[in-house]
């Protein structure tokens, strides 16, 4: 350590105060870079020696604080127009295309009820969609079936039956067609805009909880032993001193 901070001019409390013809933001970053070069300064890697010198790298660092605070409060002050404007802008909006627990917008409100009216519609056009590409599925065996028999049976020096195994296999091929084309069909409403269509979608519901918790261990470990420090950091700072599997350490920091 070079020198004592408090025998510094630099380092006496208000020396850094600037003019006031400076903006507070200004104000604000001429105190805190003063304070950043005072350390830079003094804090040399040298450990400190004497109470003197502890004594004034406290004051020091009590500065440091009161100038981070000082920088807080002014960008709560500056930014105070700005989020009351923004949450105006939003409580208006909110009303209208709103989607959290308080408030839900009358567009989405008006779009839920929508879908609400179209899905049972959209499921028995499925349904009937699905039984079509049954029958044609079924269809399309039958003349395969047919068709492979005709085939079989034809005799080579009958023209007619030749014609006729060649009809089946050609209407066999535009069955199979038809049943892959009912197969692709999806339900949907088109209109203006993009069509609507039901989704196909997962969710997990939890039967096994042992099972569940095995899975858990094996599959997501990481993600397992992350949120148990989690929940073991809690239960320390909240005053917890003894927990099974881990181990209590007690340090003293500033």
């Given amino acids: 350590m070079n020198a004592i901070v408090a025998n510094n001019p630099r380092a006496v409390i208000g020396a850094n105060h600037p ?20 350390a830079r300064l003094w ?48 409580a208006r909006y909110n009303e209208l295309i709103g989607n959290n627990k308080s408030v839900t917008g009358i567009a989405l409100k008006a779009e839920e009820a929508c879908n609400k009216a179209l899905k049972p519609f959209l499921l028995e056009l499925e349904r009937q969609q699905q039984e079509a590409a049954r029958i044609a599925r079924e269809e399309a065996a039958r003349k395969q079936e047919e068709a492979m028999a005709a085939m079989r049976e034809r005799d080579a020096a009958n023209l007619q039956q030749r014609e006729d195994a060649e009809r089946l296999v050609q ?58 420090q989690d929940q073991a950091d809690k239960a320390v700072r909240g005053g917890v001193r003894s927990i099974a599997g881990f181990e209590i350490i007690e340090e003293k920091v500033l």
């Fill in 43 to 90: 804090l040399d890697g040298t450990p400190v020696e004497t109470q003197e010198q502890a004594d004034a790298l406290n004051t020091l660092k009590a500065r440091i604080k009161d100038a981070i605070k000082a920088a807080e409060t002014q960008r709560v002050i500056e930014g105070a127009p700005h989020k009351q404007a923004i949450d105006e802008i939003q």
């Fill in 19 to 38: 003019p006031a013809e400076l903006t507070a933001f200004e104000a604000v970053k001429i105190n805190i870079t003063d304070l950043y070069d005072e």
């Fill in 171 to 228: 209407e066999a091929k535009e069955a199979e067609a038809a049943a892959n084309q009912a197969e692709k069909a999806k339900a949907h409403a088109k209109g203006d805009g993009r069509a609507t269509g039901l989704r196909t979608v997962y969710r997990a519901v939890l039967v096994d909880r042992q099972l569940a918790a095995k899975w858990v261990w094996l599959d997501r470990n990481e993600e397992l032993m992350t949120w148990i």
